[in-house]
């Protein structure tokens, strides 16, 4: 009995440390690696919250299941901590990039061109901002081919086009996707809101620091100057038109009393009556035109009746 009670709190000792193990792997699989200085924050956990981005589609794609935290009101709760673990994890792949400029950012709707921009901006990426043209990675004539070695894009469903090319000549793929994305030739899927204006330029915010502070541009320690607002897509319909305040001066008396100014321009044009000087025309070096018509006989009436005789025979005897 007593041998059996040793084997039993053996057991139990056992279990313990396999799965203080496991747990120690689980966390060592993450991007963070359980590390306080790649963990999320909690001024990021409340910019993402704020954005929506943990706000999800009605539909769920079987492949996009496991980032759903649960399912509320029919929209679908996406995990916040794995969405930052997919977001490190390409910041990591972005950053492994030697020359920033082959890193391809796409983004075919108006609600994150103006993100893809700022991102190649202060990443140094080539963006695609607006229609891609198909045959941009395939078609070697025209004059926007590029070979690029990484490709980022906003939506997988708008920018399909740029995924089937890429699947072509072997180009890995990141992009943003919602619950309800298909993710054919996706090779990195972070979930989040891709239908919000805040939620997509405040991911490739993110996206851009953390490639930044893994280069070394940015360090950790000190605050990124760049704000997220720059990075949101803004209509030009509600853009106030900013107008120069024109300060309302009114005149003093000595300026009613005041002699009235020499106008030059009427001292110049005062004379308008005069005859213009004309230039001469210069003589012709042409001879003159000679005459072909007969000259009118002076006093003749040309209303007058003739006396010939039309009809008759005005031969000429030639000999």
Known sequence: SGINAEYGDYRILS????LS??????????MSGGLKVLALQKEDVTKMLAAGTHLGAGNVNFQMLSYVFKKRNDVCVIDVKKTWEKLLLAARVIASIENPADVCVISSRNYGQRAVLKFALHTGANAIAGRFTPGTFTNQIQAAFK??????????????QAIMESSYVNIPVIAFCNTDSPTKYVDIAIPCNIKSIHSVGLMWWLLAREVRRMRGDTPRTLEWDVMPDLYFFREETKEEEETPDVPDVQPTQETYNAAPAADA???????????????????????????????????????????????ADNTVNWD
């Open 265 to 311: 321009f009427a001292a110049a044009t005062a004379d308008v009556t005069a005859e213009p000087n004309t230039m001469i025309a210069p003589a012709s070096t042409f001879p003159p035109k000679e005459e072909w018509a007969p000259e009118a006989t002076a006093g003749a009436d040309w209303g007058a009746e003739t006396t010939g005789d039309w009809g």
């Open 147 to 160: 070979e690029p070695r990484l490709l980022v894009v906003t939506d997988p469903s708008a920018d399909h």
């Open 21 to 30: 193990v496991v747990r120690y792997f689980l966390k060592q699989l993450n």
């Open 15 to 18: 279990s313990i440390w396999l």
